[in-house]
Structure formats: C-alpha cells, structure tokens
DNA sequence: CAGTACTCTGTACGTCGTACAACGTAGACG
DNA sequence: CGTCTACGTTGTACGACGTACAGAGTACTG
C-alpha cells in the first residue's frame, strides 16, 4: 500500500473509531468481541516502533494479539485506518509540561524537541503524511497545547498556525533525515563513515575536481568537520536557530542571535 | 521494497553505473545488449513520473522498453540502484542559469525554485532519501551550482553547506507536503474541501469546542483563510520567507523583511 | 426454540522484487 | 571451420503483502 496517508478511509467510520464512539463492535447479538480497538492499536504501535511502517503488517499484528489475520477486520477498516488511530493514539499520550513563564524561543524549542522526542520514540510517524490528518482527541490535544505557546506574540490567528506548521515542517523533515541516516547504516553493515570510505577512493577516479572546484572544496570542508558523514544533530541544531530567527522576524522586536 | 534509500547498494558497482564507465556491460563475448541503462533509466522516470515509486515496477519497465523483466537485471542490480540512476538522471538535466549579480535573496529563491519544480515535475523524488546521495555526475553538478549561489555572503565552507542542506530540506519538506495533499484528492473522488466539509459536522457532535478553545479558534481561522484546507502553496511561501529571514541573521548585514 | 446478526477462521487472488535454471547466440581459440 | 564458453534473455517459482469472500460457530432476540 505505502505512501501512507491519513484520513483516507470513510469519514463518519474514521472519526467514530478516533473518538472511541460505540455503535460499531457492540451488538448484543453474537458471540463478544475478545480484543478492543485500543489493544490493536497498541499492538500495532509496539510493532511498528522497530520494524517500521512497511515492516508492519495485518498479519504481524494478528500474531501479536493472538488471532487470525482476518479477525482483525472486524475492529479497523484496513491497515489506512489502523495508521490512523495508531497516530492518534501517540498524540495523545506525548508530555505536555506547562510551557508559560519562559521566552518564546524556550518555548518553540520545547515544542520542537517534543516533537523530535515523538519522532524519536515512533520513527514510523515521520512516513505518515498528514495532509488530512487524523481529527482524534489526540490530534486535538496536540494542537491546542502546541498554538498556545504562540500566546502574546502579537499574531494574528492566521500566521499562528502557519507558523506552527512552519515549525513542525522542519522538525518532521529534520526527523525524516536523521532516522533514514540510522536506517542506511542499520540494514547495509556499513557505517556511513565506512560508506563514505568505500567511495572516496573510486570516486576519485571518475570525478574531476577542477570540473567542480566549490563542490570539492566544500564537501571537504563538511565531510572532514562531521567526519565524512551527513550528521543529523548538527542539521537539526542549525536548522532550528534558523527557523527561531525566521520567526523572530516575524514576530518583531525580538533580536535574532547569530552564530551557529 | 519501500522506504526508499539511495546508495544501499554495492559503492563500486553503483559507482561504476552512475558515471556510465564501461566495463560491466560490454564483453566481447556473447549476444549484445539490446538495450542501453540510459534507455532504462528513461523509461523507469518517465513511468515514475506518472505512477510514483510504488507504482514503478520491474515488470512496467521492462514492458515498457520491451524486454523481459529479468532482462533488466543485466543492465541494473535491482531496484534500489536504477532509483539512484533516475535520481542522478534528473539531477544532471536541471536548468542551470547563471546565478551572478541578483541579491542573494533572489538567488536562494531562484534555487528553491528550481528544486521545486523538480519536486513537480518528478514527484517521486520527494520519497527518496538521500542520506547517502547517488554521487554521480548529476549530484555533483547540481552541488557545484547550488553552492555558487552562496558564494560572497562571507560565510564559511563548512555554514554554506549547512545553509543549502537547511534550504533544500525544506523544500523537499514543503514539496512532500504539497504531492501527498495532492494525492489525497486524486485517490479519494474527494476534494480536500469536500473531505473537511464531511467531517465538519460528524466532529462537531464529538468535539467538546470548550475543550480546546484555542485549538478550535485557530483552526476555524486558519481554515476560513485558505477554504477550510491545508494549502501548500501558501506554506511554501510563508516558509521560504521564514527561511530567508532565519539564513539572513546568519549572513548578516541584510536587514530581515517582516511581512507574509 | 427457531432465527438472525455477529465474530472469527482459512483459503484465495493479484501484486511485488528477484533467485534460479534453461536456452540461444556470437566471438575466441584450436 | 568447428567447438567451446561466456554472456544475454527468458519463464518459472517463492515468499511477502493487503484484503475479498465463504463458511463455521455463538449468543441474544422474538
């Protein structure tokens, strides 16, 4: 199925399962049911926090749990839906400590590393694309505490939640980028440091260096400041003071801190 | 096979593909090869282009270039490595104009601009991670290019590449953004705007709005704003400008322009 | 006590990447 | 000139995936 997209399935039966509506698995007639949505759903997440969203199939799930594949269909729609509440479910269970009192810039960190701690913990969540996200108790939670610490910076509702999403963006992209770089190493048995090694020698042999002088002088540069390999913290660490400083702009008054 | 990764395969092999050294292809021995890489790198993007990564399969390429589909493995080790090739490919043929004498504003967007007509023009990009980047002649050439719009500014080897690392992740971010949006209106007969109209009432009746004021506030302006759907167009520019403005605190000197 | 609505199971289909063995071809060598 | 051999190409096969479908069993409703 992958390109996984929330939001796909029917609606009314989507939201229902989000907000734990009964009228879908209740029925007096016939045998009960021997599991719940949340014990799927639980199971599922357990899962795909190690082997991934591609890693993580109705079947697997079935084991875990301890009944045929197809029993599974009678709680969720389809594995769509199962990302769904998977989703939503994580939303809901993330930290949210009181975040008034400090300057803004500690308080879109905090959000941030909130977010990159998330990505951490479920590196599946950095596949889900969340242009119709998952409209869950989680999700709702998540948005509220995450707007309010645009509180008293002088914008306007519209540019709060552009920037938001200016800032989750770059924490989802940052994320995206460190877990493929443990990835490569996790499955290839070479480190990126040994990948890169492998490569120097034979790429000298076909790449001009006076054909790509900056490209030389400056992959250099990096490669020997973070040894040889792309290093997701540093990006991450550069990349949010960037983005603090662009917002900075935004909300005025503010100096912007230079530096690295 | 998905999450798709370049450079999983074996260094000098790839290598060896990516800069069209001859050697693995053209014994004396034996039938010819009726076929070229380039000619499969060709038909592999053009069907990629259409039906995406997933939808690009061993059997549509070689239906496509007429050959069976284990004949393709002579030309290519498997599908991992013809990514990296398309990957290269379409690097290799990106607009390259001279950059010199804009302000470096204009230079930056003008790249932005052109990786995001990339993204538009070959989607599948965006679901490639480049943690270990195809290193063949077409990476080289864009680096070389891209680097050159940041020549001047007085910042070091080492915080240009940071820089155009921070630049080009987010426009991939921004362009993943805007293809899976996309892509939520082409498979599901559902408009972005018809999604959101249907679930609109069904939340109301679960949606506790005193439960989440600000949430709830926010989200009807933001959603009055751009017709109650997450609008990619206007992200991209409202990111790019929060960019710009982060790089030039950076940079220095320029003054940062407020403003949406 | 029959009927019925439900849960759960196993089988089956069409998809994928690619391993493997068989077959045919064309240059190299005696 | 004939034979050998390395290689291109082909078809079949395997195990994975999501899930449609048919059947079996169960427990409440009338």
Known sequence: MPAYRSGSGDP???????WREPGFGQSARGPKQGLSVDRVVDAAITLADTAGLDGLSMRSVARAVDVSTMALYTYVPGKA????????AVYLRM???PVDRQSWRSRLTAIAEQNRALFDMHPWIADVSTARPPLGPGL???????????NG????????????????TFVQAAARAAISTRASQLDSTMSDEQWWAANAPLLARVFDSTAYPTAARVGTAAGAAHGSAYHPDHAYQFGLARVLDGLAALI?????????
């Open 95 to 97: 930290e949210r400590l």
């Open 153 to 168: 910076l002088g914008l306007d509702d519209v540019a709060i939640d552009d920037a938001l999403t200016y800032l989750l």
């Open 81 to 88: 839906e199962l990302v769904d509440l998977m989703l939503d």
């Open 12 to 18: 009314a039966r989507t939201l229902a399962l989000l």
């Open 140 to 150: 709702m939670a998540k948005y509220e505490y995450e707007l309010s610490a645009f």
């Open 252 to 260: 005025g008054g503010q100096q912007a801190s230079a530096g690295r």
